[in-house]
């Protein structure tokens, strides 16, 4: 599975953004996906998952509430909608898949798209 995020930018705070990730192959509709961020000097965080048939999904805390994940199989796109941004959302944003056949955690990875958010 390849994977292309893009849809960063520089936003305000307060405002929304939309990143989408596309993959290629025909694995993506067994796969579970995820969207992880990395804060310049922080570790790589989980930011949500969705399922894949989107029957279930999670975020974290401090994303809740403001975040979305959704895919689109037929399309072989995940999305994360973002609003209410916060200076703090700023990060490098990377999608990432987890296939069943293959038994690991996230095993595959896109290139990432930044996101700036300024106050």
């Known amino acids: 599975v390849q994977l292309q995020a893009s849809g960063g930018g520089l936003v305000q705070a307060g405002g929304s953004l939309r990143l989408s990730c596309v993959a290629s192959?025909?694995?993506?509709?067994?796969?579970?996906m995820a969207w992880f961020r990395q804060a310049p000097g922080k570790d790589r965080d989980l930011v949500a998952t969705?399922?894949?048939?989107?029957?279930?999904?999670y975020y974290a805390d401090s994303v809740k509430g403001r975040f979305t994940i959704s895919r689109n199989n037929a399309e072989n796109t995940v999305f994360l909608q973002m609003n209410s941004l916060k200076p703090e959302d700023t990060a490098v944003y990377y999608c990432?898949?987890?296939?069943?056949?293959?038994?690991?955690?996230?095993?595959?990875w896109g290139q990432g798209t930044l996101v700036t958010v300024s106050s």
């Open positions: 990432a898949a987890e296939d069943p056949l293959v038994g690991g955690t996230f095993d595959y």
């Open positions: 192959g025909r694995a993506f509709g067994r796969c579970r």
């Open positions: 969705i399922s894949r048939n989107s029957g279930n999904t």
